[in-house]
């Protein structure tokens, strides 16, 4: 073999080494590598057991409140208030007995009067009035007394109720003028007048049963009844 060829060969044997060299240097370092990764330890997992969350539990819905049932008490019915008669519906009248309004008895002047309702509502009158014998004229021939604790008494629409009037010894009075009549005095009224049986109507006035030249007279009534 030429001394060239054999000088080739060495050169490229001498290159070819440090190649060779390069590539099992190149592997041992990759085995090493495969080993440390084989003997590195497996990592640590941590297992955490969650805390349970804790389950609200449902709010019970309250039962709606039964509404007590009110029951509403009647309305009472208003009682009418019953007040005493008006004047003008209170009618008076003497009551004619054998066609005359006054009778004479044991020298007394005597004569029954009815008051009557004209009024549509029931009111009240006293049992008893004042009452009064006026003259013609309008003056005061007899006053009688005034009444105590006279009681209440109703009288219905249209009801009647009567009473009788005495005149006795009037004596020393001024001239009398007809027409004589009776009146009543009326609380919360005043003076209601009755009507005389006649234009000359003097029947009421008592013969005097007194000395001459005394002033005396006397006029009563009996209770309101029907």
């Given at each position: 073999m030429p001394a060239?060829?054999?000088?080739?060969?060495?050169?490229?044997?001498?290159?070819a080494r440090p190649a060779l060299f390069g590539i099992f240097a190149a592997l041992a370092l990759g085995f090493a590598l495969v080993g440390c990764a084989g003997a590195a330890k497996p990592p640590q997992i941590l297992y955490m057991t969650p805390t349970p969350v804790p389950t609200a539990e449902p709010t019970p819905t309250p039962e709606p409140t039964p509404t007590p049932e009110v029951t509403l008490a009647p309305s009472p019915t208003p009682v009418p208030t019953i007040g005493p008669c008006a004047g003008w519906n209170i009618g008076l009248s003497l009551k004619i007995v054998a066609g005359s309004a006054w009778q004479?008895?044991?020298?007394q002047q005597v004569a029954t009067?009815?008051?009557?309702?004209?009024?549509?509502a029931v009111c009240i009158v006293k049992s008893k009035n004042q009452v009064f014998l006026l003259n013609g004229d309008g003056s005061i021939l007899l006053a009688g007394p005034v009444p105590g604790d006279a009681t209440n008494l109703m009288i219905d629409p249209g009801g009647v109720?009567?009473?009788?009037?005495?005149?006795?010894?009037?004596?020393?009075?001024?001239?009398?003028?007809?027409?004589?009549?009776?009146a009543f005095m009326f609380p919360g009224t005043g003076l209601v007048i009755v009507d005389p049986a006649s234009a000359?109507?003097?029947?009421?006035?008592?013969?005097?049963?007194?000395?001459?030249?005394?002033?005396?007279?006397?006029?009563?009534?009996?209770?309101?009844?029907p």
């Open positions: 060239a060829n054999r000088a080739n060969r060495t050169t490229r044997r001498r290159s004479t008895s044991a020298g009067l009815e008051m009557r309702n004209n009024g549509s109720l009567k009473t009788s009037v005495q005149t006795s010894n009037l004596c020393g009075a001024a001239p009398v003028v007809a027409p004589v009549r009776v000359s109507d003097v029947g009421a006035v008592p013969s005097c049963a007194g000395a001459a030249g005394t002033i005396s007279g006397d006029i009563q009534m009996t209770s309101w009844a």
